[in-house]
């Protein structure tokens, strides 16, 4: 029988996928390509559902973030507070994502998917029928959290594989 818990994983395991498909072999250059002026370059929308990822399973799981507690804050150098995951960026700070390489993305990319896989199978179905925001009507669930990172992770590693396929063969 497969469990709650296990197609979760599944969902996150997709997400990893098309992520190291998107990611590897990326320059700085292709990196910053934006579809459109004003769009957001690649590595915003790889690092933002990567941080959205930490940030959420960590608040669920009561525990720190990766981007802080594996030293990624500090190696990526952004301009922003160490709690900034992206969320309501304007383009000007989404310009300030510069400098980081495919590789930084993708090693902090698998230390929060390891670090989400590891939280996830540990949850019983009693875990994820517990309500962690009741701000909304109805209340939103554990499971029904990390359905919506998953959702909000596939669309953006889908945005940036779209802006990848217009550079061709990079």
């Known amino acids: 029988m497969t469990t709650s818990s296990e197609i979760i994983c599944d969902g996150f395991d997709r997400v990893r996928g098309t992520f190291d498909t998107v990611a590897t072999g990326l320059t700085e250059e292709h990196l910053q390509f934006t579809p459109a002026p004003d769009a957001n370059p690649i590595v915003w929308l790889l690092w933002h559902l990567t941080r959205v990822q930490d940030d959420h399973v960590a608040d669920a799981a009561g525990s720190e973030q990766v981007w802080t507690t594996q030293g990624f804050a500090d190696s990526f150098k952004l301009p922003f507070a160490d709690v900034a995951t992206g969320y309501g960026m304007d383009a000007a700070q989404v310009s300030l994502v510069t400098g980081v390489t495919a590789d930084q993305l993708l090693d902090y990319h698998h230390a929060v998917h390891e670090r989400t896989v590891e939280y996830v199978r ?45 550079l061709g063969s990079a």
Do not use: M
């Not at 209340?139 to 959290?145: D, E, K, M, Q, Y």
């Open 122 to 166: 540990s949850l019983s179905e009693a875990d994820l029928d517990r309500v962690v925001d009741t701000r909304w009507n109805p209340p939103v669930t554990l499971a029904s959290r990390l359905v919506s990172v998953i959702a909000d992770d596939l669309q953006h590693v889908g945005q940036a594989a779209y802006a990848k396929g217009l």
